[in-house]
């Protein structure tokens, strides 16, 4: 019998707390780190992945690339365009799966009218911020944006670069004291 290392411990009692509160567990399968730097991000909605009909396993995703896909609202659906999403490779053995192409996202119709009424009326863009794993399915964040401009990008970035460096005097201070 192997005792687990220190690690191996920690992981399970994470895990197990994890399970005693009820938390679901995720898994990221790709972030739009890009997203925060564009655009103002406001709220958030989580959207399943419509799987067609016994496709579930084989459009399972192994890597995924969404900074260049947004979301757009057609004949009352969401779809997710641009976004580059590459199967499981021993998944589907008798298709190519198309790695770039529409895929619908699943929300509540009181979501998807919310949604729509911003978008068509103020000027906002679906933008997906995460793909993740969440209780065995595919869950994609999108969130309501607006473009920023070039001054808004350079004063979230002096912003930054203050926080850091007040962070550093911080840190300095408290050390020499």
């Known amino acids: 019998m192997t005792t687990p290392n220190r690690r191996q411990w920690a992981d399970e009692q994470e895990q197990t707390k994890d399970k ?62 641009g976004a580059q999403i590459t199967p499981l490779i021993q998944a589907s053995t008798h298709t190519v799966p198309v790695e770039r192409r529409d895929r619908k996202l699943l929300l509540h119709r009181a979501e998807i009218d919310k949604v729509l009424t911003r978008v068509e009326r103020e000027g906002y863009t679906l933008v997906p911020t995460a793909l993740y794993w969440s209780s065995n399915k595919v869950k994609l964040e999108i969130a309501l944006a607006k473009g920023k401009q070039n001054h808004d990008k350079r004063d979230a970035a002096k912003d930054r670069d203050w926080q850091r460096d007040k962070q550093r ?8 004291a």
Request: with cysteine.
């Open 169 to 176: 005097v911080m840190r300095r201070h408290n050390r020499d």
């Open 20 to 81: 005693a509160n009820g938390a679901k567990a995720t898994k990221t399968i790709a972030l739009n780190k890009r997203a925060r730097h564009e655009y103002h991000l406001e709220e958030r909605y989580e959207a399943a992945w419509h799987c067609r009909a016994g496709r579930s396993r084989r459009s399972a995703p192994a890597r995924a690339n969404i900074v260049d896909g947004y979301a757009y609202v057609r004949s009352g659906e969401i779809y997710l365009i």
